[in-house]
């Protein structure tokens, strides 16, 4: 019996699979921290023969040269692709036999130029499942613009072919395996499930729903802006990821905190705190940044954070750096400046603690909107969808660059959920010589309209209170 274990990675909306038949296992996709990996095969009795990769990701860094080179397993990756590490190369046709499994790659090009997708089968042949990459996802498909602009359209049209041509060539009972469309900017879209067949997608993905133009019109319209530091995950994992470091960080004292952060974001000190977000409201250390360790955490602070920034985490406990440490290796960002732990008035070293106000849409709602700024941190597809009428809309990832747009006096900050707002908070106020009066709205964005603000979608400047 063929048994398929998954490996959610929901930090990055990914996810890896361990299939095994009782005693031998196949890994596809693994993430970096292959100790989860090794443990899983641990636990069930088997052992790890083979490791695949369904393409050169890019959206974070592979374990699957480390997995391979740990348990003597056989690495498959596409035969196509220039990789700077010795692997066995596959393509379709192949035949790959793991013990009581089948294997069977298909080209499904699309996502990258050179991505397969895996067919599972038993002894007999039988087709089970398959592994589809950021080829066919639920009720979508990975984006198309990660390799280059000039290459979108192109692969857009063969996302389009390559989800038809597997529907043709699977049966519909077969269970569909997707790495990507669980919150990771790989998705061309958000996935309309959470499991799904060959079958079921015939009537949900939207290549097997339109024609082909339409397909590729809309699929193009809607990509938005992706982390940056996806620009360095595809030439990571082609040169070889270096061994995964999961040790904890340098410790940093409070004298040596203090310097960091009177050298500030400008001088390359990013001193990020990892508390929740309203604790770090009401008390932080001055010139600290706030990304809470949540689910967004990795992406936020990889999209904002200068590749030769220097790193210092704050938390509350060592597990709390170590899990922080081991999201940030998901991304290649290996090196830390150091950590400090501890309740955050010990950290202080006699400096006074900052805070700033924390309120909700009906709090906006009461304020007179003559004297206050309303800042919108979300995505352009997101303030597509309307926002608070008469608000500054500067995503997240374009604040560093145009704080200065922010003016001085009461400024409230609102995203999808309250997570972005507060980042956003704290680095307004790292910017020297301002007079601002912050205000973060931790609240989720559908609760606007219910509060009676006003929502506009042409972004007209109107009243909000």
Not at 294 to 319: I, R
Not at 375 to 385: I, P, Q
Not at 387 to 409: F, K, M, N, T, Y
Request: charged share 20%.
């Amino acid at each position: 019996m063929i048994d398929v274990q998954i490996i959610a990675t929901t930090s990055l909306g990914d996810r890896s699979y361990l299939a095994h038949d009782g005693r031998v296992a196949l890994v596809v996709d693994p993430q970096r921290d292959i100790d989860r990996v090794l443990a899983l095969a641990d636990e069930l009795g088997v052992r790890i023969t083979h490791v695949a990769e369904t393409h050169i990701h890019n959206d974070y860094v592979s374990g699957g040269l480390e997995l391979a080179g740990r348990t003597g397993a056989t690495y498959l990756v596409d035969a196509r692709d220039h990789v700077g590490f010795d692997r066995t190369p596959v393509r379709e046709g192949d035949d790959i036999v793991v013990g009581a499994i089948r294997l069977r790659p298909l080209a499904s090009p699309g996502h990258t130029h050179h991505h397969l997708s895996y067919a599972l089968a038993d002894a007999s042949g039988a087709v089970h499942a398959v592994f589809t990459g950021g080829s066919m996802l639920y009720g979508t498909t990975g984006r198309t613009d990660l390799v280059s602009p000039a290459d979108t359209v192109e692969l857009t049209h063969a996302q389009y072919h390559s989800v038809r041509r597997l529907v043709d060539r699977l049966p519909a009972d077969a269970v569909v395996y997707p790495t990507h469309g669980f919150g990771s900017f790989c998705s061309a879209t958000p996935p309309t499930a959470e499991a799904s067949t060959v079958g079921e997608q015939r009537t949900a993905n939207p290549a097997l729903t339109r024609d082909e133009q339409d397909f590729v019109d809309t699929l193009i319209a809607g990509l938005g802006a992706y982390p940056a530091y996806y620009a360095r995950m595809g030439p990571t994992n082609a040169a070889g990821p270096a061994p995964v470091d999961l040790s904890a960080p340098e410790p940093v004292g409070p004298v040596e905190l203090r310097a960091r952060l009177e050298a500030g974001i400008g001088a390359g000190q990013w001193v990020v705190d990892l508390r929740e977000r309203t604790a770090f409201a009401a008390g932080h250390l001055p010139g600290s940044l706030s990304f809470e360790l949540a689910e967004p955490f990795v992406t936020y602070l990889g999209w904002l954070l200068p590749e030769d920034a220097e790193l210092t985490l704050v938390g509350e406990t060592p597990e709390q750096i170590a899990d922080a440490r081991r999201e940030l290796a998901r991304i290649g960002i290996d090196r830390l400046a150091g950590a400090a732990t501890g309740p955050i008035d010990t950290l202080a070293s006699d400096a006074t603690l900052a805070s700033y106000r924390v309120s909700d849409f009906s709090g906006l709602l009461a304020r007179d909107p003559a004297t206050v700024t309303v800042v919108d941190a979300r995505t352009e597809n997101e303030r597509a969808g309307g926002g608070v009428a008469g608000s500054l809309h500067i995503a997240l990832h374009e604040l560093l660059a145009r704080r200065d747009e922010v003016p001085d006096g009461e400024v409230w900050i609102y995203c999808g959920s309250g997570y972005r707002a507060a980042v956003a908070a704290s680095l307004l106020a790292t910017e020297a010589g301002r007079d601002r009066e912050l205000v973060v709205i931790d609240d989720d964005w559908a609760e606007a309209a219910e509060s009676g603000l006003p929502i506009a979608h042409d972004q007209a400047p109107a009243p909000v209170g």
